[in-house]
T-cell receptor, first 114, second 112 residues
């Protein structure tokens, strides 16, 4: 069964350092989402890709966060510099475009900023 | 007003009882509605989706949608301790490239 892959699963970094997360969606899924989930809250959409294009990044803190999906397949989310408030679970999800279909989530990356 | 709202809980029900989880949304153009279950430290997993007004049943789970009231609910019959988790309501916004907005989640505890 196809799955969304994410790495690393866990990351501990010091504040002001750079950190990057990687996501490989299910093959053929044109839509890719990055969410941030703070403990006790629902996932918050950071950025949404349609193929290689960003279609929504309204909640992405662009002064420190960046995201890319260069070939419309896998994606990288970067934080530089990391702040204590960035400690959260970072979830990647993918979905077939144009269909009323559900998102498939990866296992997530748990980030702790010290 | 938040786009998707849920009772934060925690909701506690005895084993075997019916658990009722509620969700309201603000965008009248919303088309797709999802319920996800999330165990502590894990990623969300889809339980059910519903697109049309009325009820949709899948095993012990029933989703109910009322678009006029902008309300969607999830009923869990014969609740089991393994149902203890956080339940997330998610809504697709019609006019924005399938943007999916999640509610804050409701924590459910099923007491043996």
């Amino acid at each position: 069964e196809a799955e969304v892959a994410q790495s690393p699963r866990y990351k501990i970094t010091e504040k002001s350092q750079a950190v990057a997360f990687w996501c490989d969606p299910i093959s053929g899924h044109a839509t890719l989402y990055w969410y941030r989930q703070i403990l006790g809250q629902g996932p918050e959409l950071l950025v949404q890709f349609q193929d290689e294009s960003v279609v929504d990044d309204s909640q992405l803190p662009k002064d420190r966060f960046s995201a890319e999906r260069l070939k419309g397949v896998d994606s990288t989310l970067k934080i530089q510099p990391a702040e204590l408030g960035d400690s959260a679970m970072y979830l990647c999800a993918s979905r077939r475009a144009g269909l009323p279909d559900e998102q498939y989530f990866g296992p997530g990356t748990r980030l702790t900023v010290t | 007003q938040k786009e998707v709202e849920q009772n934060s809980g925690p909701l506690s029900v005895p084993e075997g009882a019916i658990a009722s989880l509620n969700c309201t949304y603000s965008d009248r153009g919303s088309q797709s509605f999802f319920w996800y279950r999330q165990y502590s430290g894990k990623s969300p997993e889809l339980i059910m989706f519903i697109y049309s007004n009325g009820d949709k049943e899948d095993g012990r789970f029933t989703a109910q949608l009322n678009k006029a009231s902008q309300y969607v609910s999830l009923l869990i019959r014969d609740s089991q301790p393994s149902d203890s988790a956080t339940y997330l309501c998610a809504v697709t916004l019609r006019a924005s490239y399938d943007k999916v907005i999640f509610g804050p989640g409701t924590s459910l505890s099923v007491i043996p």
